[in-house]
Every structure is written in C-alpha cells, then in structure tokens.
C-alpha cells in the first residue's frame, strides 16, 4: 500500500488516469473524510475494543488457545459445519435456477427409484405366489395320490369276494327287505323310529366265514402298508353290515376314544332316516365300479376324537336280485373301509410343513353324489372341509381373491382344492421402502445442489478476480487480450496508520482495512466499474 503525506491528486496518462489520496482522522471535514465517514467511526478511541469481535479477542486466554480442551474442537467443527451450510444455503437462496435444477433432479431420482422398487416388488410377490402354487399343486396331489392308493384295497377286497367261495351264499341268507324267508327287520341300537336293523343272527356269526374274513384283511394290510390308516374294513351282503374287521379300534389322544363296530352288525344304512347314507350307497349302485367317499367328518360316526374316511364300493355279480327303491340289480352288496384322517395328515406333514413356510392352508374335497330325491337322474357336488389351518393373526375366510387356488382332479377320490394364504405381502412393505427412497433421492438432490453452489461460489469469485468476458474466453481455451479506454488506478493512504496499528491488535487492524476497503467496494459497485484488484 502506498503512503502519501496528504491530499488528493489526479494524473492522466494517455487514457487512463492516475489518482492519489490521503486519509487523515478528521471530524471537521465532510464526505469520505466528513465527521461521519467510516474511517472516523472505525478510529474513535475505544471502538475496536468495544465491537463485539474486538471484545472476543480482547478477552481471550492465550494458554487456552493452545491448550484447549476435544470438546471445544467438536464445537469448532460444528459452528463451522453450521456457518457453511447457511452460507450456502443463502446463496442457493439466490439462485433459483439452482433449486428448480435440483427438484428436477429429485422428482426424476424418485419417480425412478419408485417405479423400479414396484417392478421388484411385484416380481418378487409374483415369485413367492408361483412358489406357493407350486407347493400347493404338490400338497393336493399327494392326498389324491395317496388316496387312490388306499382304494386299492378296498378294490381288492372286492375282488376277494367275488372270487371267495365262503361268501357268496350271505346275500341268499340275509334277502331282501320285507321279503318273506328273508332276515326279519328289527329295532337296533342305533334306530330311531324305523326298524333299519335285520337280524342276522346265525348267518353273520360263522366263525370259519370271520377267520376268513380276517384272513383277507390281514394279507390285504401286508401288502399296502396301510395298518396304521386303514383301521377298519366291512361286508354288507345286500347293503346289511355283516361282517367287520378289527371288531373294536380303540385311538388313543386326549382321552381314549373307541370304534365299536358290534353295534353296526345287521344295521341296512339304505332302510334307515340317514339321508347321506342312502344317497351315498344309492350312488355306487347306480354307477358302476364306483368308489363313493365320505368324510372326513366325526359326526357321521357319533364319536367326538374320531376323523375318518369311509370308502364305499359295490360289489357286482351275476345271480343276485338286490331290490333298491323297487328296483333289482344284479349286486352282491357292498365293501367298505375307515381311512383315519388324522394318521394320514400326520404322515403328509402338511402341518409342520406349512408352518415352517409361515403359510396358512385349506384342504377341501369335492364329491359328486346322488340327488337322494331323483337317485341317479341328477348328481350334485358335496365340498368336504378334510384340513386347515392358521398360522397368522389374520383369520379371513378363504376364497379366490385372498389365497392361491389349485384343484387337483381325480377318478376314484373326487377333486382335491388347496387355498394356500402366504401371509407375505411384498405391496404392504412398500411404504417404508419408498420412504426410504425418497429419503435418499432428497439426499442425492442435495449434494446436487451444494455441487451446483458450489460451482456458483466459485464462479462469483472469479468473476471478482477478472472481468467476466475474460473468463469465458479463458474457458474456451483462447488468449485474454483486452484494451480498455478508460482506466483509474486510485491510490489511497492513511495517515497516521503506524502509530495506530501500534495500539491495535492484528485482528482488530485486519477488520478496519476490511470494514474500509468493502466501502469502496460498494462505491465501484455503484458506478458499475470493474475492480481488478486491490494491492498494498
């Protein structure tokens, strides 16, 4: 910086001009110099110790800069983390095209992030529905898998009959109902104000006929493997039950729980005030090799504990007049089994499998069984609920919007429907998925922004550095050559300025040439003349 005594002066050289200026500490003069210019203000006695920056460093321990303490420097790093960021944030203020480029960028990032994050949301619900189809599809064939083969052996005890000798004179013995020389009908235990029950005594007890009987049984169970599910099988000459095997199945859960069958001996279910029995039976004589099922249900039995199948197979053959509803058919009778439901699942796993998976499951089989007012000119369809379960909190009834539907059809043991619930929704997720990605997207959006401030921050400063044509022409490469017609160089002195730095700390000195020299900023500023720079 230049010191000159006193005075201001002016030279012009060529085309520019040269001026020269002194400052003295006046309060009788006016303008720059007048009594309440800046410089006055600034040079007051005790002014620079009264502003609060001066009092701050006035004050300040000079051991404590030296030795203070981490907290003060997590302080430090945080004011100064604030001050940036509102600094910052006011130029951004500033420049609104910042801020639409920024929302721009926002609303493209999270329309992006959303409709991908849907994408792979729906793929994923799309995939864990096909899983569960597909575990579905495999529960409801292996049921009917597994129940065609238990059917095998009610087909070969049907098959044993026809070809057994020891059994083809009971349908003779027990005749038709009413029919005279016929077993008499009587009340049984299980009759209500019909006489459903014949008296078979002495034709049904025939120890050689039941070692016989339980001789077919037992080779039958060898070969299927099926003793602990096929509990227990019957003859029913002319559709009277006459035969049983094992007479009496005692299950053990909760409480002990028994299958008598001896109270079943002599009982014509077709005679009797049970509606489903009749139109069941009435359906394997009117089709022909047909297996009817019915179950699984406890009530059909009157035992509470007891959820069994029960198969029903007729049994045709040459020679015989069976007279159902006026009608004779050429049919020996029946055969029939008790599937135990219970043992079945256990063996599926169905429970602990779905449970593992976190599903809920329905099981329903779907029978087609005769009208019993119109016998075989119509069939209606009978849904049977053979197993389900929740595993969730959310216990709606099953249908065909909230669960996925497989059916699996069969010849023998009806058509098998599985409604499996997954319980995993991917869409109720989604909400904070997206928050979370708006979160981000608005984070990215604001480092775009303080990117873009950044830039502007440092284009303001060249611009200050050098006139703004310069700059550009800088960017592109070329050679700044400029001629400027009118040119001032202004040269400016304080008076005294030694001996009053003297009396001042260096902070306090470096914020009154600060405080003075943004004055003349503000002049240039005015008259919109370019300041190159300031040197001294």
Request: hydrophobic letters at 40%; aromatic letters at 12%.
């Amino acid at each position: 910086m230049k010191r000159r005594n006193s005075g201001v002066s002016s030279t012009q050289i060529g085309s520019s001009t040269r001026v020269s200026s002194s400052f003295t500490p006046s309060s009788g003069t006016s303008g720059i110099v007048g009594k309440h210019n800046i410089w006055s203000t600034m040079t007051r006695r005790g002014y620079m110790a009264k502003s609060k920056d001066a009092y701050h460093y006035e004050d300040i321990d000079t051991e404590f800069v030296e030795e203070h303490s981490w907290i003060e420097d997590i302080k430090f790093f945080f004011s100064g983390c604030a001050f940036e960021t509102m600094y910052r944030l006011r130029t951004l203020s500033k420049l609104p095209r910042i801020m639409i480029y920024s929302l721009l960028v926002f609303l493209a990032l999270t329309a992006g992030a959303l409709g991908t994050i849907n994408v792979i949301c729906k793929n994923m619900q799309q995939k864990i529905e096909l899983n569960a189809s597909l575990e579905a599809f495999q529960t409801a064939s292996w049921f009917a898998d597994m129940f065609a083969k238990t059917l095998i052996p009610l087909r070969s005890l049907q098959q044993a009959i026809i070809h057994s000798d020891t059994f083809k004179n009971l349908p003779h013995q027990v005749g038709n109902y009413g029919v005279e020389g016929s077993a008499s009908s009587v009340f049984g235990p299980k009759s209500t104000n019909i006489k459903d029950y014949r008296n078979v005594t002495g034709i049904c007890d025939n120890q050689d006929m039941i070692q016989e009987f339980q001789s077919i049984v037992n080779g039958i169970n060898r070969n299927f493997d099926f003793e602990d599910i096929i509990i227990t099988y019957r003859l029913a000459p002319y559709g009277v039950y006459c035969l049983t095997d094992p007479m009496m199945v005692n299950f053990v859960s909760d409480d002990v729980v028994s299958l008598n069958s001896v109270i079943e001996i002599g009982w014509d279910p077709i005679r009797s005030s049970s509606t489903k029995m009749g139109s069941m039976l009435r359906s394997i004589y009117h089709q022909e090799n047909t297996i009817a099922m019915f179950g699984p249900s406890e009530a059909f039995l009157g035992i509470p504990g007891l959820n069994m199948y029960c198969g029903h197979l007729a049994v045709e053959m040459p020679g015989y007049n069976y007279v159902i509803d006026g009608e004779e058919k050429s049919i020996w009778g029946f055969v029939m089994h008790f599937i135990d439901w219970s043992r079945l699942k256990s063996r599926s796993g169905i429970d602990e499998y779905y449970r593992e998976k976190g599903y809920s499951y329905h099981l329903t089989r779907t029978d087609l069984v005769a009208d019993p007012e119109t016998g075989e000119a119509s069939y209606k369809s009978q849904e049977w609920p053979v197993g389900h379960k929740f595993y969730s909190s959310n216990q709606e009834p099953f249908d065909d919007v909230n669960s996925i539907v497989i059916s699996v059809n069969t010849l023998d043991s009806g058509d098998w429907t599985m409604r499996v619930k997954t319980h995993v929704d991917v869409k109720s997720d989604l909400f904070y998925v997206n928050v979370l990605s708006c979160i981000g997207t608005f984070i990215v959006s604001c480092m775009f922004a303080m990117n873009l401030t950044e830039k502007a921050l440092h284009k303001m400063l060249l611009y200050k550095m050098m006139p703004m044509d310069a700059i550009q022409k800088l960017n592109r490469g070329q050679t700044v050559v400029e001629r400027y017609n009118i040119v001032t160089i202004f040269f400016s002195d304080i008076v005294g300025f030694t001996s009053l730095c003297g009396d001042m700390r260096p902070i306090q000195v470096m914020k009154m040439l600060n405080e003075l020299y943004m004055e003349f900023d503000k002049i240039v500023e005015k008259h919109g003349v370019y300041k190159v720079e300031t040197i001294g």
